[in-house]
């Protein structure tokens, strides 16, 4: 798995235990989701479709660095699947896995649509 982005726990992302809040942490995958799926299809309309289980299995606190990873299991007709892990920088400790995020190309009418896409691509091969 590639660790793509990292984000720094603020105070305005705590919950009142004084650790990571959940939502916080599952809007930064979500954005790091689309970020990843944009890249990797060349195509900005693109929608959430599905998050499967969310195992939250440490936590974070104020001045923790989060690391996010993003991999493919899967490329379907119009969609990507991906699964993540979320980990503290500094200790390595995995703070949340999901295993399938569903991810949908749209067409400029909104709706799902083919990307043509069968593997990973990394941007430095597109530039040959």
């Known amino acids: 798995m590639r660790f793509h982005s990292r984000k720094w726990v603020k105070p305005e992302d705590l919950n009142p235990n004084g650790t990571l809040f959940g939502g916080r942490l599952l809007e930064w995958i979500d954005e790091e989701a ?22 939250f299995m440490s936590s ?7 690391e996010l ?21 500094m200790t390595r400790e995995t703070i949340l896995t999901v295993d399938n995020i569903i991810m949908v190309n749209l067409g400029e009418d909104g709706k799902p649509t083919p ?5 990973v691509e990394f941007v430095k091969d597109r530039l040959k």
């Open 60 to 66: 974070a606190r104020q001045g923790d660095i989060v």
């Open 115 to 119: 990307h043509g896409k069968t593997e």
């Open 34 to 55: 689309a970020l990843y799926t944009i890249i990797q299809l060349e195509n900005s309309r693109i929608v959430t479709k599905y998050i499967s289980e969310i195992n």
């Open 69 to 89: 990873g993003m991999e493919v299991t899967k490329f379907g007709k119009s969609s990507l699947t991906l699964k993540c892990e979320a980990r503290n920088k």
